[in-house]
T-cell receptor
Framework: GEDVEQSLFLSVREGDSSVINCTYTDSSSTYLYWYKQEPGAGLQLLTYIFSNMDMKQDQRLTVLLNKKDKHLSLRIADTQTGDSAIYFCAESMDSSYKLIFGSGTRLLVRP | GAVVSQHPSRVICKSGTSVKIECRSLDFQATTMFWYRQFPKQSLMLMATSNEGSKATYEQGVEKDKFLINHASLTLSTLTVTSAHPEDSSFYIC????????????FGSGTQLSVL
């Protein structure tokens, strides 16, 4: 079946890089997403990657996809306190198909 | 931008009562809205797809008589948890679709339901 897994918690020091990992089981996934949820707010789409890509970079964010191992990661460079939030990875078979979410990783950035 | 408002953010109710959660798209019309549920330390799970003017489509294992969805207008969908029990305690979150693809999906801030 479909399953997306993430570690629940990550703590990093301000200025360091953060790497949030995600594994999925559905080999037919074609789109993989990263969402951010700040306290009291809705999930916000950060970035997404198509399955034929290995990497996507957007400013401080780098997404790496290892399709063979079904492993997705989000790297945040120069992590700031404002990056403290819950990060969800999600996958879908198609850009308009339903999203399958992980449990979310709570990122805590220490000053 | 696109804003989705979900209300209430937190509700505590007695077992056996019904609770209504609202999801509104504030600055766009959404023919499709989605309802999700998340138990502690588990994944955000899609419960149902709400289509304006028609019956909602429920995911496997979700009781449609337990979770009533009404999408009466292009900006409002409601989820009513009927005869709530402690096992219904969960985090419920909605999303509204502004377009055909997932990049056009916008989320509410969620409702934490606690049933005593």
């Amino acid at each position: 079946g479909e399953d997306v897994e993430q570690s629940l918690f990550l703590s990093v020091r301000e200025g360091d890089s953060s790497v949030i990992n995600c594994t999925y089981t559905d080999s037919s996934s074609t789109y993989l997403y990263w969402y951010k949820q700040e306290p009291g707010a809705g999930l916000q789409l950060l970035t997404y990657i198509f399955s034929n890509m290995d990497m996507k970079q957007d400013q401080r964010l780098t997404v790496l996809l290892n399709k063979k191992d079904k492993h997705l990661s989000l790297r945040i460079a120069d992590t700031q306190t404002g990056d403290s939030a819950i990060y969800f990875c999600a996958e879908s078979m198609d850009s308009s198909y339903k999203l399958i979410f992980g449990s979310g990783t709570r990122l805590l950035v220490r000053p | 931008g696109a804003v989705v408002s979900q209300h209430p953010s937190r509700v505590i109710c007695k077992s056996g009562t019904s609770v209504k959660i609202e999801c509104r798209s504030l600055d766009f019309q959404a023919t499709t809205m989605f309802w999700y549920r998340q138990f502690p330390k588990q994944s955000l799970m899609l419960m149902a797809t709400s289509n304006e003017g028609s019956k909602a489509t429920y995911e496997q294992g979700v009781e449609k008589d337990k979770f009533l969805i009404n999408h009466a207008s292009l900006t409002l969908s409601t989820l009513t948890v009927t005869s709530a029990h402690p096992e219904d305690s969960s985090f419920y979150i909605c999303s509204a679709s502004k377009g055909a693809t997932n990049e056009k999906l916008f989320f509410g801030s969620g409702t934490q339901l606690s049933v005593l």
